[in-house]
């Protein structure tokens, strides 16, 4: 056993199989993609049949996973017999690959009874194909040498996932003491790369590599026709509203609904106010004839990239905190769902329908009661591990400075926002103030510094220092193309952008040569509903 784990440790293994009808379903076509992919330096192969590993095993003695599908009453079950594991033996397979999912069979034997057998008699390693973590866990406490995650998306328990799963990966790797084999949509060597550095055991591409036919779709599909016609649905879940749109290819919303949020009543109502809100869109869709095709979801809070949960989230959404939103809102729809933070959103309505279109690398910020934000790099949001890339409003610009809601001190958030304006504004005009709401008195601060009041013009430079600070460092850690500015504020006062401009081209390094610029956003009351359908294309 230790002997083929030493051939297969860290090594990319290529699936090479035709589906029945494909015009490469043929012994001698496979045998040369084989001598292809061998020729290439692939260290490891997962072959279908004794026929093909017989053919194969005249050419190259690299490891060989054997496998045998059949087909009965219409359900694929790969190597369901010890008959076609004995065959799979002597044809030279080192390893014998079979299903051991939880599904019950009408034909072959239990997979148990199998892994015995094939150790026993045959001598031979098993790998256990499987979908979920129970699988995989029964499977190698049963005595499976390796476990892959190859039926992950093809069982009825999981036709949802669509993708490859990293959470299911991550999960094995860290509970399992099996060798993990990572199998199932992997379709770039960045993918590969990924899955060995989280610990895969080892990983089997086969369509990316060996079909054609896939490969072209792959690449016609990227050309964008593929989305020419799709309609979306995108939601926008605040802490007070939420909003849901059907997001046509142009990023236009058309249809839409908005509910309150009722946030106070916890996460249940929180999901079903959600829920309610993209049915409505939903049916005003059914009306006009149009089955969107996906589902995107931006949230307040922190978003976990890798499974779409809500990772963290403040007392604004009480219970929202570890929600499993991707998992409820793609059982409840029925599509594929993806769910992002509404300020990563809202980024991507910049990038993808706005003023970042034509960039390809700029950071975007909303100010308002706090800092919104993200950064496009290389035109893909950067969205880090937990969801919290960009959060731009917690770099410190004054260490021990004003206390933030983070919990740190000096952030950029507690200098520059609504609240900060009538802060500095009512610090210089005493109680003499207009018993206003923030954002209302923020208004009529701008309003007041354009006629050229003393302290509203005073309270918006010290706004303009500290943001023209945050925004050079920006340019600093970033070189972008430009800074997309949005939100009341700005609106507020119009020569805004221009000031922070003039003043991040004096104070930066090169910064006359560099000629930083600063420009408004696009901005608009959909951008979240938009960059959520944009996310849910992507
Ligand atoms: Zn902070």
Known sequence: MSAIQDQLRGKLVVSCQAFPGDPLDDLDALRRIVRAVVGAGAQALRLNSAEQIRLVRQDTDVPIIG??????????????????????????????????????????????????????????????????????????????????????????????????????????????????????????????????????????????????????????????????????????????????????????????????????????????????????????????????????????????????????????????????????????????????????????????????????????????????????CNSRLLRGNHGFAGSIGHHVLRVGGRACNCGRLGCMEAYVSTAALVREYKSRVGADVPALADDALAFEIGRLAQAGDPAAVAAYQILVGYLSEGVANLFNLFDPQAVLISGGLVQGYPSLVAEVEKRVTASLHFGQKRAPRIQLAAGGYFAGVQGAGAFALS
């Open 67 to 376: 496998i045998q599908k059949r087909y009965a009453d219409g359900v694929l079950r790969i190597t369901p017999d010890f008959a076609a594991a004995q065959e799979l033996a002597a044809a030279g397979a080192s390893v014998i690959a079979l299903d051991c999912t939880n599904r019950s069979f009408a034909f072959g034997e239990p997979w148990r009874q199998l892994i015995q057998r094939i150790h026993s008699e045959l001598k031979l390693p098993v790998m256990a194909d499987t979908a979920t973590f129970d699988e995989a866990r029964a499977a190698g406490e049963a005595g499976a040498d390796f476990v892959g995650t190859t039926l992950n998306g093809y069982t009825e328990e999981t036709r949802n996932n669509h993708g490859f799963s990293w959470p299911l990966l991550s999960r094995l790797v860290n509970e399992l003491k099996t060798p993990v084999i990572a199998e199932g949509h992997l379709a770039t060597p960045a993918e590969v790369k990924r899955a060995l550095g989280e610990g895969a055991f080892c990983v089997v591409v086969g369509s990316a590599i060996t079909r054609p036919g896939v490969i072209t779709s792959s690449f016609l599909s990227a050309l964008s026709p593929a989305h020419a016609d799709a309609h979306v649905i995108g939601a926008d879940l605040g802490g007070t509203s939420i909003k849901a749109g059907l997001v046509d290819p142009q990023g236009q919303v058309t249809c839409s609904a908005q509910v309150p949020t009722e946030a106070p009543r916890g996460r249940g109502a929180i999901a079903s106010n959600l829920a309610s809100a993209i049915e409505k869109v939903r049916a005003q869709a059914a009306q006009a004839g149009i089955t969107p095709s996906a589902l995107g979801i931006a949230s307040a809070g922190a978003i976990d990239v890798n499974d779409g949960s809500v990772f963290a989230a403040t007392d604004n959404l009480p219970g929202w905190a570890g929600f499993d939103l991707r998992g409820f809102a793609a059982e409840r729809f029925h599509l594929p769902t993806r769910v992002l933070n509404d300020a990563h959103a809202a980024v991507l309505a910049e990038l993808h329908y706005g003023h970042g279109r034509g960039l390809t690398d700029f950071v975007a910020l909303t100010i308002g009661t706090g800092i919104g934000g993200g950064v496009v």
